[in-house]
């Protein structure tokens, strides 16, 4: 093997922009987002881009209800509405596919009484989900919705089928954007490269990267890939990322190295490691901004129609997905020992959704998976400048909604640096208002 350049440039320094700090979902599309706007962008993530909580297998794009409309649900709707074009342009550029598709969601109902209840949102859809010359329902239907698809014992009362929900398969997803960026002039990707510190008022970060580098697809292995395969189509290294590492092709490093990255602005974006980041940059706070979460789900090999709406209820989520596959899910555990461990707690997720789904029932289960979400203080997405560092912005906190919205919530955030207001957030979207809110004082 050759040998490595063990700073992250010649120079060990970097300039920049925008400095993205995470590769998950959101700082994916924060980094398309800056890209698009004509800023030099560097994204660097502890591990590899796209193989945290956001590379795992659910992909359900839920609204919330149609219920008690407000500026919250209105920006959610909006959007839900506007992810497959956004999609659709980056697929375009890049040939891959992230398997959106608006397949619509099935909630059971098996007692009478969640009937009226879903009665009263049928009437809120048709006047909260018609708008913009879209017009989306939650129709309360009798019987089962498709041939053997549900056990009937669960649709005593009926079922809803709600047809503005989604799905998109997250790899894939994790793919496009990752490949989307790589081909840009003005961004780099540095994989296994950790924030040390943070120097908001200088616009400085230190940066500790860890074999390997830069970002390149693993060596192949033996055994089944747990990445969609979308994302084995890695492009060839470019000039940019070969200034980072003059190792062999797969980048190996023998030692970590420090760099300096100077930024003009940076976008927190590190998941459930956004907060004490965004902590760390303000005055002391009684409790955390926020908190990891684990989730646990399992993919099946099943016999099942992808074009097939999403199922929910009580909990256990099962999505079709292209290929044969279904994705069960998802725990939501605020105590745990082991982030990335699966338990009994999976095992009863896939037991409860076999016996919802016939076809699942014999189907093997090809892949476990557990990660750590993150859920900020006031439960919703956490978004926007921290007081104080002008040049610091929040982009972390979406938890089980990320995925339907993080490219909107880019938006929000870059809004702020452009001086416009195409996505405005709702004040407990933000940073301020969900601190002014859960922290009073």
């Not at 320094?13 to 698009?36: C, E, F, N, P």
């Not at 560092?389 to 990320?402: Q, V």
């Not at 995925?403 to 957030?425: K, N």
Request: include cysteine.
């Amino acid at each position: 093997m050759a040998s490595a350049d063990n700073s992250l440039s010649g120079s060990g320094q970097l300039s920049t922009d925008m400095l993205v700090i995470g590769g998950g979902i959101m700082g994916l599309w924060g980094a398309v987002k800056a890209a698009d706007a004509g800023f030099s962008v560097i994204l660097i993530d502890a591990g590899e881009v796209g193989r945290g909580a956001s590379g795992g297998l659910l992909g359900a794009l839920f609204p919330w209800m149609p219920d008690r409309w407000d500026q919250k649900k209105q920006y959610q709707f909006d959007a839900l509405v506007s992810l497959p074009d956004e999609i659709a342009r980056l697929e375009h550029d890049t040939g891959l596919n992230a398997n959106f598709r608006r397949a619509g969601r099935i909630v059971p109902l098996p007692k009478p009484h969640l009937r009226e209840i879903a009665l009263r949102h049928q009437r809120d859809a048709e006047t909260n989900w018609h708008q913009g010359g879209y017009r989306f329902h939650w129709h309360v239907r009798d019987g089962e919705p498709e041939p053997a698809y549900i056990d009937p014992t669960a649709c005593a009362a009926g079922y809803i089928h709600d047809t503005l929900a989604a799905r998109v398969e997250p790899r894939a997803l994790m793919a496009v954007l990752k490949t989307w960026l790589l081909r840009q002039p003005n961004v780099r990707i540095f994989e296994h490269a950790s924030l040390e510190r943070l120097d908001a008022g200088r616009g400085r970060a230190e940066i500790v990267a860890h074999p390997p580098l830069p970002c390149r697809a693993s060596p192949p292995q033996g055994g089944r890939s747990d990445v969609a395969p979308a994302a084995q189509h890695t492009p060839p290294i470019s000039p940019l990322e070969a200034e980072m590492s003059r190792s062999d092709r797969w980048g190996y490093s023998s030692e970590p190295s420090i760099t300096t990255i100077t930024f003009s602005h940076a976008l927190i974006a590190a998941g459930a490691a956004s907060f004490p980041i965004l902590q760390s940059l303000m005055p002391p706070l009684p409790k955390p901004l926020g908190q990891g979460v684990k989730g646990q789900a399992a993919l099946l090999k099943a016999d099942l129609d992808p074009t097939l709406p999403v199922v929910f209820l009580d909990g256990v989520y099962v999505v079709p997905h292209e290929g044969g596959f279904a994705a069960i899910g998802s725990t939501s555990e605020n105590q745990y020992d082991d982030p990335l461990s699966t338990d009994r707690q999976l095992d009863t997720l896939i037991e409860n959704a076999r016996a919802l789904i016939p076809a699942l029932r014999d189907a093997e289960v090809v892949e476990r998976w557990a990660g750590i979400r993150p859920k900020a203080i006031g439960r919703d997405p956490l978004v926007g400048p921290v007081p104080g560092h002008a040049n610091i912005i929040a982009l972390t906190g979406g938890f089980k909604i990320s995925f339907g919205m993080a490219h909107r919530l880019a938006d929000s955030a870059l809004d702020h640096l452009l001086g416009r207001s195409t996505a405005p957030l709702p004040e407990n979207f933000t940073l301020s208002g969900q601190i002014s809110r859960e922290i009073p004082g």
